[in-house]
């Protein structure tokens, strides 16, 4: 699958819509955007059940405010449109195909269980 441009227009419908999205943060003027692209464009062939999409913080820049992005390139990774990974830096393929992989291992329903139990602990 190639990797999609994500607008407001298209972002909550992707992310609602897919079970496991990876989200690359970036800007035209950015250096380690331009050269992290290639690898995330490797990466994303090799996981095609997995949408990988690009935003462009210069054009999108109500995405960029809403999900508090300072610095570029930021990955953000959904899974059932839970935000399970967040963080800025390009990373080399290998590191990136192991984040994905792991992403990918994860057990949704444990992750939701610690969600509901962490928010529990903060209302009592």
Known sequence: MAVIELTKENFEETVNNNPFVIIDFWAPWCGPCKSFAPTYEKVSEEFPDIVFAKVNTE??????????????????????????????GA????????????????????????????QGGEQA
């Open 59 to 88: 054009e999108e820049q109500e995405l960029a405010m809403h999900f508090q992005i300072r610095s570029i390139p930021t990955l953000m990774i959904f899974r059932d449109q839970i935000i399970i990974y967040a963080e800025a």
């Open 91 to 118: 990373l080399p393929e290998g590191p990136f195909r192991q984040l994905v992989e792991q992403a990918q291992a994860l057990d949704m329903d444990e992750v939701r269980k610690q969600i509901a139990e962490s």
